[in-house]
């Protein structure tokens, strides 16, 4: 893997080629006296010799040919559709575990949670009728914010909530409760926590427990006039079940910034839908600059020690 | 103005009828042993002996005949139309000061300034012509927020924006800088500021001086796509120098929530501006729980020592 003492780390993706080489830039930037490039470049003989490599949603049949691969890095916190193409692979998966990734998808769940509680989509449609009314403003510690998932990003979302005074309680598959957020767990305690909250923030990982989980009992289970936000998978929400929420009047809002198909679909009824927000997936796009230091100290790390960093556990997904 | 042991207080204001009844409610709700009723049911001689009112943009006339009058407790913080249509009345006006006050507005800050932060305009353009498209994103940190006015409206904004990682800065009269944020004054300071700002917050006093600060010389001092949020009053700004910025693209959006009219006019070309956010005057509605409790203690006090809570100072202007 060594040429004239430089390592050569193959890079595997299937970006567009300018965002190949805006990330190839700033990985290179962050790893001085190593080579990152794209796996085109190495030789057979390179490929065969890999132990590492950094990839982003990789063509799995770019990987095969790697028979020494031990690990690979992903630039992507989010790595199930990697786990379901390469079943049975022999190297472990590291995501992307960047803490300006969680404090990004903390700011974006405090941004739109704010956007709801303001009450910015009903302003925004009375300005297009030219219409002045106020309209009463609950404060922030009567907002009840409900959060599924407590990883990294809930953790950092909650504690984010909390600091702006809301009233925040999270459910995970382990309770971890920690400082003024109750923690729910189990079948039980997600009808409890349904039950109770006015804003719903949905950061799951995609697993098979998590595909549907928001189904037509789950969202009638909301209060009349609650919210949801998803943030981490499209496919945890039954499309059909939220849109006839919507149109029934029993949820208030949905702000979507991810879907089963994306770029969403021209077609999809969520564009035009008055009770739908929209967002491109940029809720906590990686940082290039932060996400590459830590890609370089894991992979120097391993070049100097042979330390691997925690892989994904592959019966969990995540 | 005592009738059977109960002290009757004047409640003058221009309010609707519904409006009036649900203040009534909560002030005397917040004040047993006290009656608030309003003017029209006091007779002509408790009318003489008030010695204090509670107010809300009350018609002056109504308070000419209380010759006794001492002091006004006025329910809103903005109390400029009353100074002027008062000028040399011999009672000291009291304006609210409501810590929740403080935090609704600095969390209206932060809302309209991750609204800004995040591109929310620009997605919901791209939704309604069905386009998915991702821009990048700054860090919080590389965001420069100048907020104009530090008193506790802008104080209590400028920390709430810190505490979510931006980079803050301020103007005001005095320069009274605080942890984490550089203050800057005087003329030459303002214009430092602006020159420096991507988004500017507007949280000044409507005085002579504010009166159309923000002009066209200093509109275009903000930085090519700067955006402003005017929180505070309308005629602090420019109308035609602002429409004019944000129609040649020299300033990137706008978030105003107050007017030189009020409510703002059908015929308004900032309704169907795209580059314009309008709000009808919602950053900071007062809390009627929260507000009547300091209404309350002011006017216990006084009755009870004599003691005047500090007024408006007439020259200043707040």
Known sequence: MSEGGTTRIPFVSRMRADD?????AALNAAMPGRQVVPLAELTPAERAAAAVAIVADPDPADLL????????????AGVERMLSETQGAPYAIVRMNDPQLALTMAEAVLAWTLYLHRD????????????WRQHPLALARDRRIGILGLGNLGKAAACALVNQGFNVSGWSRTASGFDGVETLTGEDGLDALLEWTDILVILL??????????????????????SIINFARGPII????????LNTGHLGHAVLDVFATEPLPEASPYWKHPGVTVLPHISAPTNKATASRIVAANVEA??????????VDRAKGY
């Open 238 to 245: 039954d499309d059909d079940a939220l849109l006839e929420a």
């Open 302 to 311: 391993y070049l100097r020690t042979g330390m691997v960093p925690p892989g």
């Open 65 to 76: 040919p790697m028979h020494r691969l031990v690990w690979v890095q992903s630039l992507w």
């Open 120 to 131: 910015m989509p009903r302003y925004r449609r009375q300005q297009q009728a030219a219409q």
């Open 20 to 24: 190949a080489a805006s990330w190839l």
């Open 205 to 226: 990982p995609l697993t098979p427990e998590t595909r549907g989980l928001m189904d037509r009992r789950r969202l009638g289970t909301l209060p009349v006039s609650a």
